[in-house]
């Protein structure tokens, strides 16, 4: 034995191999998830055939738009380690704004989309920036935006619903077949892939959530990221709140509460640890899936709405025991 | 010397295997009671893996475990402490928030119909510190107390449970040199008491000071029993399993480069205050002084991390911005940290990931990572650090300190980094990558780099430093050539500075008021 093998005998440096069952196994457990949403699937269509119908499909992806979209912007804060709890107000306000610019103040159309990804966009870097210069924890400081947020929706609409423009509303409808709250997803979907994995703010973001000292000492602008990062959270939560303001063709005071919740949540589900430094886009994507695909079945199921509430709570659970299960024993 | 009396604790051909790595290969080791036993290896040669079978976290594959002579089974944690065995890990188990008496009595808070008996809790832990011969206020949050005194609340709390063997973790590791005496004198006390110890320590100096035997473990294997005045080189070829020519390879320069690196007036609020100094290509400069003389503030000042009062930094003839960590790394200037989990590595990422963040940004084009090219730079220069992994994609966690330390050092290499500052860059790492990184300070110097060393081991600064800058108490002391530099004349101007107001206010025990 020579000592250039001392490096080796730690359990964790031996090259892992494994192949064909092992392999599967292996993916199964990374992508837990998924797994669970297809077995979810398949025991629903046994349970109720009308499941897999094209409608009942469509219907579920238009179901998980707004909350998926959500969390595609959500999934960048808790790569950081931080959280947003504001997303579901500040999607209801840039919504508000919208609309109203429309509605009261004769504002184009095509000129509200973009007040209203604007707002949402402003209201996410004014956290961003308490968070990253005035250094108030994010659970704070996006607990404030919610409240702000959530009141300047009602003081704008006195608390009625106010129409929304054409653009907006066509966010919420269909071009010829293909439902634009799902295309919004999917273009949110492949953004937020896109960048995580492949621009340097993305990568950036997994070095700030992984250790923000390392990631300063290493030249990274850690504050001007954090900042961009809840300015991005935002940006997506008006996005999600004008699709769900299309689909009704208005902007309610009430709209998106509590959707914060499901958005992270379906980050966690999709495999995100809060703690930082991991989460990906297709496992957000699977996990707004999931949500949705359990109301919709449980609906289908004729399973009153209070029940979904526990069903839900206890699938958070298991998706988060399983990871917490899968990475104690990677180790 | 054959001792008769049967051993405290007996580890008797115990191997341990994960999956198919054999961690532990048939190791014997005795612990007798009033002796300390000292566990030597580098880092992966199995010493952590023999402590959690000795505590109950892991249990051996095969082999025995005796206490007393009478085989036992330690299942967890709770049977170890039951048989009077106890372990102050590295990271200490203690609650900051919560006083001393509340840490050194938690888990068995005495208690009068679930409210808390506080005379007694009070008197348990009174008398706990008594027997270390520790005087601090039972009533302090423990986060207020220095880690010396951490640690030795931690004891403090092993011996009330009726510890009779004490496992000690690197309790060295965060200590400075009269912090390390008095948990000697303790250490020493208890062996009078007939405690039971198994010590680790990366410190082979300290070794014969506290030890009474050393067993050297090396690839998981029992290499042999030695006494515990063995010399080092002794020890080291035991260690390594090959004689270390040279622990400092230091090449020093035929004659003085260009200044690199030029710092004056360099001024910090209560930290440090004016200090100057340059450094030249080719040259390695080591700051010396005692912990706290302010030495990892100028390093993070110069760097940019924190702000300055005043002063400038010249870095190649250009005046380089303060607090401004993303220009200095431009202008070629690296750091590498002090702590290198806490500051130096994203340690759930990748070893790729973990090299090429400092070059992430600039080769990126148009914002988005140069990913093929990230990639086979940080393959390259792996490559030439020899940084022993798995591959680019490996999480660094997995890793040796020893390596990670190395992707630390890569990372600025791909970063084409025209001086370094060092911050304790050999610490929890073992004598062969020590060489190893050693040996990467010369090449950065040999090809007209230069570097800043700030190391706490004076051998180190010593022996790889071409020029000693001393620290007392945020000034400079004094510099010193490498010729001229001694342990004592260093260690006479480290504490040059120190008024005796500093050292009235932290002592560290009673018994230990006087210094060596």
Same mark, same amino acid.
């Given at each position: 034995?020579?000592?250039?093998?001392?490096?080796?005998?730690?359990?964790?440096?031996?090259?892992?191999?494994?192949?064909?069952?092992?392999?599967?196994?292996?993916?199964?457990?990374?992508?837990?998830?998924?797994?669970?949403?297809?077995?979810?699937?398949?025991?629903?269509?046994?349970?109720?055939?009308?499941?897999?119908?094209?409608?009942?499909?469509?219907?579920?992806?238009?179901?998980?738009?707004?909350?998926?979209?959500? /969390?595609? +912007?959500? %999934?960048? $804060? =808790?790569?950081?380690?931080?959280?947003?709890?504001?997303? &579901?107000? !500040?999607?209801? #306000? *840039?919504?508000?704004?919208?609309?109203?610019?429309?509605?009261?103040?004769?504002?184009?159309?095509?000129?509200?989309?973009?007040?209203?990804?604007?707002?949402?966009?402003?209201?996410?870097?004014?956290?961003?920036?308490?968070?990253?210069?005035?250094?108030?924890?994010?659970?704070?400081?996006?607990?404030?935006?919610?409240?702000? /947020?959530? +009141?300047? %929706?009602? $003081? =704008?609409?006195?608390?009625?619903?106010?129409?929304?423009? &054409?653009? !907006?509303?066509? #966010? *919420?409808?269909?071009?010829?077949?293909?439902?634009?709250?799902?295309?919004?997803?999917?273009?949110?979907?492949?953004?937020?892939?896109?960048?995580?994995?492949?621009?340097?703010?993305?990568?950036?973001?997994?070095?700030?959530?992984?250790?923000?000292?390392?990631?300063?000492?290493?030249?990274?602008?850690?504050?001007?990221?954090?900042?961009?990062?809840?300015?991005?959270?935002?940006?997506?939560?008006?996005?999600?709140?004008?699709?769900?303001?299309?689909?009704?063709?208005?902007?309610?005071?009430?709209?998106?509460?509590?959707?914060?919740?499901?958005?992270?949540?379906?980050?966690?589900?999709?495999?995100?640890?809060?703690?930082?430094?991991?989460?990906?886009?297709?496992?957000?994507?699977?996990?707004?899936?999931?949500?949705?695909?359990?109301?919709?079945?449980?609906?289908?199921?004729?399973?009153?709405?209070?029940?979904?509430?526990?069903?839900?709570?206890?699938?958070?659970?298991?998706?988060?025991?399983?990871?917490?299960?899968?990475?104690?024993?990677?180790? | 010397?054959?001792?008769?009396?049967?051993?405290?604790?007996?580890?008797?051909?115990?191997?341990?295997?994960?999956?198919?790595?054999?961690?532990?290969?048939?190791?014997?080791?005795?612990?007798?009671?009033?002796?300390?036993?000292?566990?030597?290896?580098?880092?992966?040669?199995?010493?952590?893996?023999?402590?959690?079978?000795?505590?109950?976290?892991?249990?051996?594959?095969?082999?025995?475990?005796?206490?007393?002579?009478?085989?036992?089974?330690?299942?967890?944690?709770?049977?170890?402490?039951?048989?009077?065995?106890?372990?102050?890990?590295?990271?200490?188990?203690?609650?900051?928030?919560?006083?001393?008496?509340?840490?050194?009595?938690?888990?068995?808070?005495?208690?009068?119909?679930?409210?808390?008996?506080?005379?007694?809790?009070?008197?348990?832990?009174?008398?706990?510190?008594?027997?270390?011969?520790?005087?601090?206020?039972?009533?302090?949050?423990?986060?207020?107390?220095?880690?010396?005194?951490?640690?030795?609340?931690?004891?403090?709390?092993?011996?009330?449970?009726?510890?009779?063997?004490?496992?000690?973790?690197?309790?060295?590791?965060?200590?400075?040199?009269?912090?390390?005496?008095?948990?000697?004198?303790?250490?020493?006390?208890?062996?009078?008491?007939?405690?039971?110890?198994?010590?680790?320590?990366?410190?082979?100096?300290?070794?014969?000071?506290?030890?009474?035997?050393?067993?050297?473990?090396?690839?998981?294997?029992?290499?042999?029993?030695?006494?515990?005045?063995?010399?080092?080189?002794?020890?080291?070829?035991?260690?390594?399993?090959?004689?270390?020519?040279?622990?400092?390879?230091?090449?020093?320069?035929?004659?003085?480069?260009?200044?690199?690196?030029?710092?004056?007036?360099?001024?910090?609020?209560?930290?440090?205050?004016?200090?100057?100094?340059?450094?030249?290509?080719?040259?390695?400069?080591?700051?010396?002084?005692?912990?706290?003389?302010?030495?990892?503030?100028?390093?993070?000042?110069?760097?940019?991390?924190?702000?300055?009062?005043?002063?400038?930094?010249?870095?190649?003839?250009?005046?380089?911005?303060?607090?401004?960590?993303?220009?200095?790394?431009?202008?070629?200037?690296?750091?590498?940290?002090?702590?290198?989990?806490?500051?130096?590595?994203?340690?759930?990422?990748?070893?790729?990931?973990?090299?090429?963040?400092?070059?992430?940004?600039?080769?990126?084009?148009?914002?988005?990572?140069?990913?093929?090219?990230?990639?086979?730079?940080?393959?390259?220069?792996?490559?030439?650090?020899?940084?022993?992994?798995?591959?680019?994609?490996?999480?660094?966690?997995?890793?040796?300190?020893?390596?990670?330390?190395?992707?630390?050092?890569?990372?600025?290499?791909?970063?084409?980094?025209?001086?370094?500052?060092?911050?304790?860059?050999?610490?929890?790492?073992?004598?062969?990558?020590?060489?190893?990184?050693?040996?990467?300070?010369?090449?950065?110097?040999?090809?007209?780099?230069?570097?800043?060393?700030?190391?706490?081991?004076?051998?180190?600064?010593?022996?790889?430093?071409?020029?000693?800058?001393?620290?007392?108490?945020?000034?400079?002391?004094?510099?010193?050539?490498?010729?001229?530099?001694?342990?004592?004349?260093?260690?006479?101007?480290?504490?040059?500075?120190?008024?005796?107001?500093?050292?009235?206010?932290?002592?560290?025990?009673?018994?230990?008021?006087?210094?060596?």
């Amino acid at each position: 034995m020579t000592a250039t093998a001392t490096s080796n005998t730690k359990p964790a440096d031996r090259p892992n191999r494994p192949s064909g069952a092992a392999r599967l196994g292996q993916w199964a457990m990374n992508n837990g998830a998924l797994v669970g949403l297809i077995l979810l699937c398949l025991a629903l269509f046994i349970a109720t055939p009308d499941f897999l119908k094209l409608d009942n499909l469509v219907n579920i992806g238009i179901q998980a738009s707004v909350v998926a979209i959500m /969390a595609f +912007g959500m %999934t960048f $804060v =808790i790569v950081t380690a931080g959280i947003d709890l504001s997303v &579901g107000a !500040v999607a209801a #306000l *840039g919504a508000m704004v919208s609309a109203y610019s429309f509605s009261t103040l004769g504002l184009p159309g095509i000129l509200t989309l973009f007040i209203g990804l604007l707002i949402g966009a402003l209201a996410g870097a004014i956290s961003g920036l308490s968070i990253a210069y005035g250094k108030l924890p994010a659970f704070i400081a996006t607990l404030a935006m919610m409240s702000v /947020a959530r +009141g300047l %929706t009602l $003081v =704008i609409s006195d608390g009625t619903p106010i129409p929304t423009s &054409g653009s !907006v509303s066509l #966010l *919420g409808s269909s071009i010829g077949a293909f439902p634009v709250p799902i295309i919004a997803m999917v273009i949110a979907g492949l953004l937020c892939w896109f960048v995580l994995s492949r621009t340097v703010l993305g990568r950036s973001m997994y070095a700030i959530g992984g250790n923000e000292e390392a990631a300063r000492l290493s030249g990274l602008p850690v504050k001007r990221i954090l900042v961009t990062v809840y300015a991005l959270a935002g940006l997506f939560a008006g996005l999600a709140g004008m699709v769900l303001a299309g689909r009704l063709s208005s902007a309610g005071p009430q709209a998106g509460v509590g959707y914060e919740l499901d958005a992270i949540a379906a980050v966690v589900i999709g495999g995100a640890s809060l703690s930082g430094g991991s989460g990906r886009a297709t496992g957000t994507l699977v996990g707004a899936i999931l949500l949705a695909v359990i109301r919709n079945g449980l609906n289908l199921l004729n399973v009153s709405s209070f029940w979904q509430q526990v069903v839900i709570g206890l699938v958070i659970a298991l998706a988060v025991g399983f990871d917490v299960l899968r990475r104690k024993t990677a180790r | 010397m054959p001792d008769q009396r049967t051993p405290l604790l007996t580890l008797k051909s115990v191997s341990k295997s994960f999956g198919p790595v054999k961690v532990i290969d048939d190791v014997t080791v005795d612990v007798r009671a009033g002796e300390v036993e000292v566990l030597l290896g580098e880092n992966g040669a199995g010493k952590s893996t023999l402590i959690k079978m000795m505590s109950g976290i892991y249990q051996p594959d095969t082999g025995r475990i005796l206490v007393d002579g009478q085989p036992v089974h330690l299942p967890d944690v709770k049977a170890a402490e039951a048989h009077g065995i106890a372990t102050i890990h590295q990271e200490l188990n203690l609650v900051p928030q919560l006083s001393v008496a509340e840490n050194i009595t938690l888990g068995r808070t005495p208690q009068r119909f679930g409210v808390v008996d506080k005379p007694r809790m009070n008197a348990v832990a009174r008398e706990a510190l008594e027997r270390i011969g520790l005087d601090v206020p039972l009533a302090k949050p423990v986060g207020e107390l220095g880690v010396a005194r951490q640690q030795l609340v931690e004891i403090a709390k092993a011996l009330s449970q009726d510890a009779r063997l004490l496992i000690l973790d690197e309790p060295t590791a965060a200590l400075t040199g009269r912090e390390i005496d008095a948990l000697f004198e303790v250490v020493d006390d208890l062996k009078r008491r007939g405690v039971g110890m198994v010590f680790i320590s990366h410190h082979l100096d300290e070794i014969p000071r506290i030890g009474d035997s050393i067993s050297v473990l090396r690839d998981g294997q029992f290499v042999a029993q030695v006494p515990a005045n063995t010399s080092q080189d002794n020890l080291i070829a035991l260690m390594v399993g090959r004689d270390i020519d040279d622990q400092f390879p230091r090449k020093r320069p035929e004659e003085q480069g260009e200044p690199l690196l030029e710092v004056q007036g360099l001024s910090s609020g209560e930290a440090f205050e004016d200090v100057n100094f340059s450094v030249h290509a080719g040259e390695v400069l080591g700051i010396a002084g005692l912990v706290g003389a302010g030495r990892t503030e100028v390093l993070r000042a110069i760097f940019g991390v924190d702000p300055y009062d005043s002063g400038s930094v010249t870095l190649q003839g250009k005046a380089l911005p303060p607090h401004d960590v993303g220009r200095s790394i431009a202008e070629g200037l690296g750091l590498v940290p002090e702590d290198r989990k806490s500051q130096g590595l994203v340690l759930d990422a990748s070893v790729g990931d973990n090299a090429g963040l400092a070059t992430l940004r600039s080769t990126s084009k148009f914002g988005l990572v140069d990913r093929s090219g990230q990639r086979s730079r940080a393959q390259v220069v792996t490559d030439q650090l020899a940084v022993r992994m798995a591959g680019l994609d490996q999480p660094i966690r997995d890793l040796s300190g020893g390596n990670q330390q190395k992707v630390v050092f890569a990372r600025w290499v791909m970063a084409d980094a025209k001086v370094l500052l060092l911050d304790e860059p050999t610490r929890g790492v073992d004598v062969g990558a020590k060489v190893e990184i050693y040996e990467l300070i010369n090449e950065i110097t040999s090809l007209g780099g230069a570097v800043v060393m700030v190391s706490s081991e004076l051998p180190e600064v010593l022996g790889m430093s071409d020029r000693v800058l001393v620290m007392s108490n945020g000034r400079v002391a004094g510099v010193l050539d490498a010729d001229d530099a001694t342990e004592d004349s260093v260690m006479a101007l480290a504490v040059s500075e120190v008024t005796s107001a500093v050292t009235a206010s932290e002592p560290s025990t009673k018994s230990a008021g006087t210094p060596s």
